[in-house]
């Protein structure tokens, strides 16, 4: 991750998720608050970036730029929150109160639109990625809910189960991590580390929720175009995981898949027979993982 700026990928999430909420007839999933959070100006600041050849050397008119927004941008973003949020949904329909913390939540704004008291929200991210948000959610003047809690830490450094543990994160409360749009920047053995503090930290049931890339198979070009756009914006890549190893790191760490979904089941589940050519990317899975605290 981008150690001295806000996250520029966690930006054009967020634009992808206006956009789609604000223009699609047929939303996979809508963030209402994406582009009031963003503001007329940022958003219009991506939308140019994406113009002035972020995915290419020549600038595109309005109509190339918004099948560059559906090709490399919108898919993964839309079909991840979405799995994401009905997972949590219904693990908080059978758990009562629970806590929610989200692992690298850039932009997300399930905060101001949760209406479920019973959830205290916990949102981990990178200090300058954080910073920023704090300070737009600021500008905006909307109101610091006291169900949650901004909790800083830089993933590759610092201990995110000590930072978790001195904003108040209770160990014996249920909970449901969600870790999106992580695993592309992460090591296997940082991102096992991640998983490894999360079964720690709970000494009740959980639920974690995360998408990855897929090490290796014969992809398409937009795969590889989407890594080299991200490498442009100094966030790099490195290199994805085989689903073997990550089945092996959640069964050695306590953890029984519930739900995983290849991205043929992806392309099934969110993008069949649509209109506007949204598809699922050919290398990114989902997976819900439930951990039982053993003693």
Request: hydrophobic fraction near 35%; include cysteine; charge should be negative.
């Amino acid at each position: 991750m981008v150690s001295e700026r806000e996250s520029i990928t966690a930006k054009i999430c967020a634009f992808a998720r206006a956009w789609h909420s604000t223009y699609s007839r047929d939303r996979i999933y809508d963030d209402y608050l994406a582009f009031d959070f963003m503001g007329k100006e940022e958003y219009e600041n991506i939308y140019d970036m994406i113009s002035d050849g972020l995915v290419g050397s020549e600038r595109l008119e309005k109509e190339e730029a918004e099948k560059a927004i559906v090709k490399y941008f919108a898919p993964i973003p839309l079909s991840r929150l979405h799995f994401n949020e009905n997972k949590l949904i219904d693990f908080a329909a059978e758990n009562g109160k629970i806590q929610y913390v989200i692992c690298g939540a850039g932009e997300d704004t399930f905060a101001f639109r949760n209406d479920n008291e019973e959830i205290e929200i916990f949102e981990v991210d990178h200090p300058d990625t954080q910073r920023f948000k704090l300070d737009r959610i600021k500008d905006l003047e909307w109101i610091f809910r006291s169900n949650v809690h901004y909790v800083s830490v830089d993933f590759e450094k610092e201990s995110m189960a000590e930072k978790l543990l001195e904003a108040g994160f209770d160990p014996n409360k249920k909970t449901f991590f969600s870790i999106l749009g992580v695993s592309y920047y992460l090591t296997l053995d940082v991102f096992t580390e991640t998983l490894r503090q999360m079964a720690e930290l709970t000494r009740s049931e959980s639920e974690v929720v995360f998408d990855y890339p897929i090490k290796t198979g014969d992809f398409p070009k937009r795969v590889d175009r989407l890594e080299a756009i991200t490498r442009s914006l100094g966030e790099v890549m490195c290199g994805g995981f085989d689903h073997n190893e990550i089945k092996c790191v959640l069964c050695s760490l306590g953890y029984n898949i519930d739900t995983y979904m290849t991205p043929e089941q992806i392309q099934e589940e969110y993008f069949e027979g649509r209109e506007d050519d949204l598809k699922a990317f050919e290398n990114v899975s989902l997976i819900s993982a439930k951990y039982i605290h053993r003693d």
